[in-house]
C-alpha cells in the first residue's frame, strides 16, 4: 500500500456510540493531522501530532480523542457525538514537523454521519 | 491571523473554455501559497506551489502566479477538460503556522 489510507470509508453511528477511525501513513512521514471538512466551510484543522507527540488541539470538543501510538497510525476516537459532528474527516501526512512547507499528503476521507 | 478568500462556485464550463479562480490572502510575512485539488471520492492533493513573490507554480496545464502587490493567487488553464472536474483549495502558509485553507470552489466541466 501507498500514500495515506483511512478506514472506514464510510460510518453511521448513534448519538450514543463510540466508534474510531484510523488512519496509516506509508510515507515515513513525521507529522500527522486530522481535519474536518464541512459543506461551505473551509477545512478545519483538529488536531496535529509530530513525532507522536501532540502539538496541536484546535479547541476541539472532548467528545472527540485522538491517539497517535506510532508515527504511522493515528486514531480519532468518537464517543456522544452531535448531529453537526457529521462531516467528512480526513487524515494527512506531512515530512516536516508543523506542515511548515504546506505540503501535505491527504488521505480519501471517512464520512461520517451522525443520527 | 492568516486568511484566504476564494470564490465559493460553483464554476460550471463548457469543455476547452478558460479557468480562471480568484484567490485572495491575508497573512504577516511572506507565505507560501498553494492549490489543492480535490477529485470526487478522494482526499485533497497538491496541485502547484510558489513560494515567493512573482513565482509561477504550473502542473498538468494549471498555473498560478504569486502576487504580493495584490495579495492574490489566482488559478489558470487554458483549456478545461471533463476530468478537471473537481473541488480546488487555494491554501498558505507561513512561518511556523499550518496551513490555512480557503472554502473550496467546486469545478464542473461540461463535455
Known amino acids: 500500500e501507498t500514500g495515506v489510507t483511512q478506514t472506514p470509508r464510510h460510518l453511521v453511528m448513534g448519538m450514543t456510540n463510540k466508534k474510531s477511525l484510523k488512519c496509516e501513513q506509508h510515507?515515513?512521514?513525521?507529522?500527522m493531522y486530522w481535519y474536518k471538512q464541512s459543506a461551505k466551510k473551509p477545512l478545519e484543522l483538529m488536531f496535529v501530532?509530530?513525532?507522536?507527540?501532540?502539538?496541536e488541539n484546535n479547541s476541539v470538543p472532548s467528545r472527540f480523542s485522538p491517539e497517535c501510538p506510532n508515527s504511522s497510525h493515528l486514531f480519532l476516537h468518537l464517543h456522544t457525538l452531535q448531529p453537526e459532528d457529521s462531516a467528512l474527516y480526513l487524515c494527512?501526512?506531512?515530512?516536516?514537523?508543523?506542515?511548515?512547507?504546506?505540503?501535505?499528503?491527504f488521505g480519501e476521507g471517512s464520512r461520517l454521519t451522525v443520527l | 491571523g492568516n486568511s484566504v478568500t476564494q470564490m465559493e462556485g460553483p464554476v460550471t464550463l463548457s469543455e476547452e473554455a478558460f479557468l480562471t479562480i480568484n484567490c485572495t490572502y491575508t497573512a504577516t510575512g511572506y507565505p507560501s501559497l498553494f492549490w489543492y485539488v480535490q477529485y470526487p471520492g478522494e482526499g485533497l492533493q497538491l496541485l502547484l506551489k510558489?513560494?515567493?513573490?512573482?513565482d509561477k507554480g504550473s502542473n498538468k496545464g494549471f498555473e498560478a502566479t504569486y502576487r504580493k502587490e495584490t495579495t492574490s493567487f489566482h488559478l489558470e488553464k487554458g483549456s478545461v477538460q471533463v476530468s478537471d472536474s473537481a473541488v480546488y483549495f487555494c491554501a498558505l502558509t507561513g512561518g511556523y503556522q499550518k496551513v490555512t485553507f480557503g472554502i473550496g470552489t467546486k469545478l464542473q466541466v461540461i463535455p
Open positions: 510515507l515515513g512521514h513525521n507529522a
Open positions: 510558489a513560494t515567493k513573490a512573482d
Open positions: 501530532y509530530s513525532l507522536e507527540e501532540r502539538v
Open positions: 494527512a501526512s506531512s515530512q516536516d514537523q508543523g506542515g511548515n512547507t504546506g505540503e501535505l499528503f
